[in-house]
Antibody, heavy 119, light 107 residues
Framework: QITLKESGPTLVKPTQTLTLTCTFS??????????VGWIRQPPGKALEWLALIYWNDDKRYSPSLKSRLTITKDTSKNQVVLTMTNMDPVDTATFFC???????????WGQGTLVTVSS | DVQMTQSPSSLSASVGDRVTITCQASQDINKYLSWYQQKPGKAPKLLIY???NLETGVPSRFSGSGSGTDFTFTISSLQPEDIATYYC?????????FGQGTRLEIK
């Protein structure tokens, strides 16, 4: 059974860096074709894909946010970490991590974690 | 990026109605389109993948069709538990992109 869970701060101040951790079980990020990604959703708005890291350490980012995002993995801990720099109130959103198999749609999602950006 | 244009943005229908949502891609995405259902405070749930394949455990009243740039999602007989927001997603190219969502409510 594949599960994912996001963790991190619920409140960050403007200009700060957000660090979120996705802890997963039921699969290995060393298995060929497997990836873990991050998607965010501002309150009442649509889903936006942010970043993805694959089993082979291939990393892909949203072009519009690439300069602010870093995604890394710790295969031994079954964790993926996303950092997002220079946070702004418009970045207030629920952040989801998700499992993705190469060339397949996202099937498994975490429960999401709401991050509010406010001074 | 592949832009996904989803319509309508909201829809009101009666129980038992047939409901249709469309999604248009800005370029050919073959069959690599999925549909999700999202209820408030929850993660999206995969309903349809590869444009027309029903995910295991999803009721057969949900269906999808299309290929290339034009896709359709249908609920054949709307049930009260179908009240949610629905999203299309293309996964032919990175970045993965989503439609803007369709909020479905009961009339």
């Amino acid at each position: 059974q594949i599960t994912l869970k996001e963790s991190g701060p619920t409140l960050v101040k403007p200009t700060q860096t957000l660090t979120l951790t996705c802890t997963f079980s039921g699969f290995s990020l060393s298995t060929s074709g497997v990836g873990v990604g991050w998607i965010r959703q501002p309150p009442g708005k649509a889903l936006e894909w942010l970043a993805l890291i694959y089993w082979n350490d291939d990393k892909r980012y949203s072009p519009s946010l690439k300069s602010r995002l870093t995604i890394t993995k710790d295969t031994s801990k079954n964790q993926v970490v996303l950092t997002m720099t220079n946070m702004d109130p418009v970045d207030t959103a629920t952040f989801f991590c998700a499992h993705r198999q190469w060339l397949r749609p996202i099937k498994y999602w975490g429960q999401g974690t709401l991050v509010t950006v406010s001074s | 990026d592949v832009q996904m244009t989803q319509s309508p943005s909201s829809l009101s229908a009666s129980v038992g109605d047939r409901v249709t949502i469309t999604c248009q891609a800005s370029q050919d995405i073959n069959k690599y389109l999925s549909w999700y259902q999202q209820k408030p405070g929850k993660a999206p749930k995969l309903l349809i993948y590869d444009a027309s394949n029903l995910e295991t455990g999803v009721p057969s009243r949900f269906s999808g069709s299309g290929s290339g740039t034009d896709f359709t999602f249908t609920i054949s007989s709307l049930q009260p538990e179908d009240i949610a927001t629905y999203y299309c997603q293309q996964y032919d190219n990175l970045p993965i992109t989503f439609g803007q969502g369709t909020r479905l409510e009961i009339k």
